[in-house]
Nanobody
């Protein structure tokens, strides 16, 4: 049974940093794209960043230059978040692609089958 568990969320002042982790178990995600999404109160869940099984990365325009996604060989993915803004406040979810070995990085929710429970990130002004 696949399980994705996020950690590292919390309360931080604007301009600060946080590092989120996502531990995946129950499957080998080395051949899958893994992604980060977020959902703010009253808004739809949106794409944040993703890392292809080859190591290439894609970011939403709103976080480009501030966030960095990475992964290691233990099926753990990270999201380093710097220069945080109040508008980054949301519940952050990690997700695993539904298909292995894609040639492209997918950024739409419907292409991800495996989800964590989310971790709250709150940025105060």
């Amino acid at each position: 049974q696949v399980r994705m568990v996020e950690s590292g969320g919390g309360l931080v002042q604007a301009g600060g940093s946080l590092r989120l982790s996502c531990a995946a178990s129950g499957g080998n995600f080395r051949s899958y794209t893994m992604g980060w999404f977020r959902q703010a109160p009253g808004k739809e869940r949106e794409f944040v960043a993703a890392i292809h099984w080859s190591g290439s990365t894609v970011y939403a325009d709103s976080v480009k230059g501030r966030f960095a996604v990475s992964r290691d060989v233990t099926n753990t993915m990270y999201l380093q978040m710097n220069s945080l803004k109040p508008e980054d406040t949301a519940v952050y979810y990690c997700a695993g692609d539904r298909r292995p070995l894609r040639t492209n990085v997918v950024v739409t929710l419907g292409e991800y089958d495996y989800w964590g429970q989310g971790t709250q990130v709150t940025v105060s002004s």
